[in-house]
């Protein structure tokens, strides 16, 4: 089998198209030779032989080693180098590329090939000894913490405690003799801590070095992101190995990064930084602050000190994008005056950039809408929904930096990651402060509301994942100087942030603000409107809210909600002016008294619907009845109890003894949902009085009210033929009584296993089935939500779920039941509407599985509406053509598959 693909000299042996075989970066160097772009040659070792490496004990096998060495000659022969060479060596960078991109998550190892003596011939090949050995310090520092896992700040503090002997303050200031110094030091501390010298066999570093790259796989911060991502285990990454080409040969060479557009704002431009003598690691670590690439008139940017590059990378940027039809992430090298190439892949970028690329590369002419809205995350469009520092509010700003990523934060200051996570599982909003991140930190990023560095420009790693997560992030601040000991973050102002102040940031200004300042909502105007607006003309599927206050609903539909997919109608009843006749009821031993109770809380309820179908105008409004166990709603402890008894004319004891009839060991599968109103019909009946007088009072105000009564928790056709009774029985009465009628529907919450098999049946009576996914998920796995936390984390890791089934839908298991329960409800009743109103309804993977399914709506909380209208959308474009699964019914079949 092929598992070693070679590029170079304008020919590969891949292209864009495998990059689930290449790796993301493997597939766009192939492609980018194939361009004839300036790319070092080399090749790349499959994802396949990352996972054959794991499924032979973590061995390379001899077959792959047999295809890397032919590879490797072949390398020799392009760059009329030898690998291992004393006088004319043959380096090169050994690289990590997943088919996702994965920032940071995996490591690089660059300058592999050097060693004593070869250093010494690079030395007299190039007459540049700094070069040489500069070259070789890095690689014995990035070769010890990746392969051998030395920390990387153990070296940094051996080269800081040089720099300050000699009154250095940065790395470039370092001669060659002290390079020598330096890398001596590192050798014999290399020696100290594993107790044998510094490898010299450049093909034992190759493979020790491939090997780690397989392994980076499965350290702890790649096995995080992709828990964070969804990204399956097995995929497994490539490695890419690539002749070296020199960014840190002098003050004609340099390195940079680079994006066809602004990753923060979307703007039209060539946007990144670029360091003079350096190598590519140096841009991203934030060691050294770099310089822009376009002019800013002050003689330091690209497009100043080389024009003739900075224009033929302005080429180099044009045709890429037009290419891809992306804005595209670009590494590149200068060597002597020459450009060179190093990656491409499509760019992370803000929610607000993405939303104004698409749309601008639509008024372009090189996207169609349905290309246009395919280039927005619709998990992305949440950085959009969330608010900014109120502009009203008076804000100190007590230090700038670059702005990394835009958005506001407000959170207490910390000073590591660690600390971050901890303070947020306690429910504390943090601000993670760092001279610099690295990849070890990803976690606090992510607790974090922002992040603020002292070091790094907006290429870093800092600005980079931030930007990815949709964290803002201020970068590269000179004005602070971070003490870890401390735990402080003193400013040029003279204000001192310890640990646990507020403090605000403003990732879009670069600002950072003391004290705690108040943010409000972002409008959803220019750009995004006219996206939303493609959105809607091209999704098959409605999008619904779960919404039962005013408030809400008033959010969902100015968040483009067609019709509330779920009211809970038990939120409701906690309500201080409300809760006591509930609990009156509770309390009540006879029907008679829980028949007065109810009658207090009708007037409630039915105010409760018309605010919903006044704001809902023309809207479906799914109600459902009471579904959580009664003693939910009964104080807990005894001052409360007591209070209860005195209201009610009860004793304590009298009290706590209703309070242990209804307490059970396991309420979830206990005396909720329909069974309450099988059992009391009193509080459905009430409860459908208060959903069709409110109907009718905004019917003859003008208000189109379509009301859907939903019984949960069925498991049976005749469970919901009793409450469907006594609905419809209702329904007579008011009607009778007010002279009037209103169309209506009774339907049922498919969350039980049992009602999913019997959705044939269930049909015949119900006008439309609501999902309840998260109750259907934990009753299909045995599962608790509430419970499993640290149980799913390990499954996770070992691959038994990718994603959270909480979080994203089980499709081969609790979607089998819901596509059964679709088709076969159909065949019985084509007119059933089918619509999900659990969590699932806003996550994106899911809503293209039901929108495979064919179902009419998803139904999901405020503000994950706009998520899924283009969630929906998007699952439109991909299944283009694709028949549903209900469309088996139209047929009066129902495949295997459906079923």
């Known amino acids: ?30 492609e980018m030779n194939l361009l004839g772009m300036p790319v070092p040659p080399g090749f790349t070792i499959t994802t396949e032989a990352c996972m054959d490496y794991f499924k032979s004990n973590e061995k390379i096998t001899v077959e792959i080693i047999d295809q890397i060495n032919e590879a490797l000659a072949l390398l020799e022969t392009k760059q009329d180098k030898k690998f291992g060479d004393d006088s004319n060596p043959l380096l090169v960078s050994v690289r990590s590329g997943a088919r996702a991109s994965m920032p940071g ?40 913490d990746v392969v051998m896992g030395l920390e990387k700040p153990k070296f940094e503090k051996v080269l800081s405690n040089i720099k300050s002997a000699k009154g250095y303050t940065y790395d470039h200031e370092l001669t060659h003799e002290d390079l020598i110094e330096v890398v001596n030091t590192y050798k014999a501390f290399y020696k100290e801590n594993l107790g044998k010298d510094f490898p010299q066999n450049p093909r034992e570093q190759l493979f020790l070095a491939i090997e780690a790259v397989f392994k980076s796989w499965n350290n702890p911060r790649a096995i995080y992101y992709r828990r964070l991502n969804d990204i399956p285990a097995d995929w497994g990454t490539a490695v890419n190995i690539q002749s070296m080409v020199f960014g840190n040969m002098g003050d004609t060479s340099g390195t940079g990064v680079a994006f066809t557009r602004n990753p923060a704002t979307g703007k039209k431009e060539i946007y990144g930084e670029y360091l003079i003598n350096a190598q590519g690691e140096d841009v991203v670590a934030g060691i050294r602050t770099p310089q822009p690439m376009a002019s800013i008139g002050d003689g330091t940017s690209l497009e100043e000190k080389w024009p003739h590059l900075y224009q033929e990378l302005v080429n180099v940027r044009n045709n890429l994008e037009n290419h891809y039809k992306d804005m595209q992430d670009m590494e590149f090298t200068i060597e002597h005056g020459k450009l060179w190439m190093l990656q491409c892949r499509n760019g992370k970028r803000t929610a607000a950039a993405a939303v104004r690329m698409a749309v601008e590369m639509y008024e372009e002419g090189m996207l169609t809408k349905e290309e246009a809205i395919m280039r927005v995350g619709a998990d992305q469009l949440d950085q959009l929904l969330h608010p900014m520092l109120d502009p009203k509010a008076e804000k100190k700003v007590i230090a700038t930096g670059l702005p990394a990523s835009p958005g ?15 303070w947020a599982n306690k429910g504390e909003k943090v601000i993670l402060i760092r001279n610099e991140t690295s990849p070890e930190d990803i976690g606090g990023m992510h607790a974090s509301q922002g992040v603020i560095t002292a070091r790094g420009g907006m290429t870093s790693h800092a600005a980079v994942v931030a930007r990815g997560m949709g964290t803002p992030c201020v970068s590269g601040s000179t004005d602070i100087t971070i003490d870890y000991k401390a735990k402080t973050m003193s400013t040029k102002s003279g204000v001192v942030i310890n640990e646990g102040d507020w403090v605000s940031l403003d990732g879009a200004k670069g600002q950072i603000i003391e004290g705690k300042i108040p943010t409000v909502q972002v409008e959803m105007t220019g750009n995004f409107g006219k996206l939303m607006s493609w959105v809607d003309e091209i999704k098959t ?18 968040f483009g909600a067609e019709g509330i997919g779920l009211a809970r109608t038990e939120h409701m009843f906690f309500d201080v002016n409300r809760i006591a006749d509930m609990r009156a009821m509770i309390l009540s031993s006879t029907e008679e008294g829980r028949r007065k109770a109810l009658a207090n809380l009708l007037p409630y309820q039915k105010q409760d619907f018309v605010d919903l179908f006044t704001i809902m105008d023309g809207l479906p409004v799914t109600v459902r009845l009471l579904d959580p166990p009664l003693h ?45 109103a099988v059992t009391y019909p009193e509080i459905a009946e009430m409860q459908a009085r208060a959903i069709l007088e409110a109907a009718l009072e905004c019917a003859s105000k003008g208000i189109k009210v379509i009301p859907e009564i939903e019984v949960p928790l069925i498991g049976s056709k005749k469970e919901l033929d009793i409450v469907k009774n006594v609905i419809d029985t209702t329904a007579e009465k008011v009607f009778a009584e007010k002279g009037q ?81 679709c088709v076969q409800g159909r065949m019985t009743n084509p007119d059933i509407h089918l619509g999900v109103c659990g969590e699932h309804g806003g996550d994106p993977a899911s809503i293209e599985f039901f929108n495979s399914c064919g179902l009419d709506y998803v139904s999901c909380s405020p503000f994950r509406v706009p998520v899924a209208r283009l969630a929906a959308a998007q699952a439109a474009v991909k299944q283009k053509g694709q028949p549903k699964a209900v469309d088996a019914a139209k047929n009066g079949c129902c495949c295997k598959e459906a079923c």
Do not use: W
């Open 105 to 144: 998550m995996m490591d690089t190892i660059l300058n592999l090939g050097l060693n004593d003596t070869s250093v010494q011939g690079l030395a007299k090949k190039t007459n540049n000894p700094r070069f040489a050995y500069d070259s070789y310090r890095r690689f014995i520092q990035m070769f010890s």
């Open 632 to 676: 939910e709603f009964l104080p807990h402890t005894d001052a409360e109890m007591q209070e209860l008894a005195d209201k009610m004319g009860m004793t304590l004891a009298q009290v706590k003894t209703r309070a242990e009839q209804l307490h059970e060991l396991n309420p979830m599968l206990g005396h909720r949902g329909c069974r309450l």
């Open 741 to 821: 009628k209103i169309e209506y529907l009774v339907g049922t919450m498919i969350e039980l296993p049992r009602a999913a098999l019997q959705a044939e049946y269930i049909a015949e009576s119900a006008g439309f089935f609501g999902f309840g996914t998260n109750d259907l998920t934990q009753t299909t796995l045995g599962m608790s939500r509430d419970d499993t936390g640290a149980i799913l984390d390990e499954y996770r890791a070992k691959g038994v779920y990718v994603a959270d089934p909480f979080a994203s839908i089980d499709v081969e298991g609790v979607g089998k039941l819901v596509r059964r329960a």
């Open 541 to 558: 599927m409605k999008v619904r809210a779960n919404a039962e206050t005013p408030k809400d609903a008033q959010t969902a539909r100015n």
């Open 408 to 422: 506001a934060a407000v959170g207490r200051a910390v000073f590591n990651a660690d600390d971050a996570e901890e």
């Open 1 to 30: 089998m092929k598992r070693v693909y070679t590029f170079g000299d304008g020919k590969a042996e891949g292209n864009a198209l495998m990059r689930n075989l290449l790796g993301g970066k493997g597939a766009n160097l192939a």
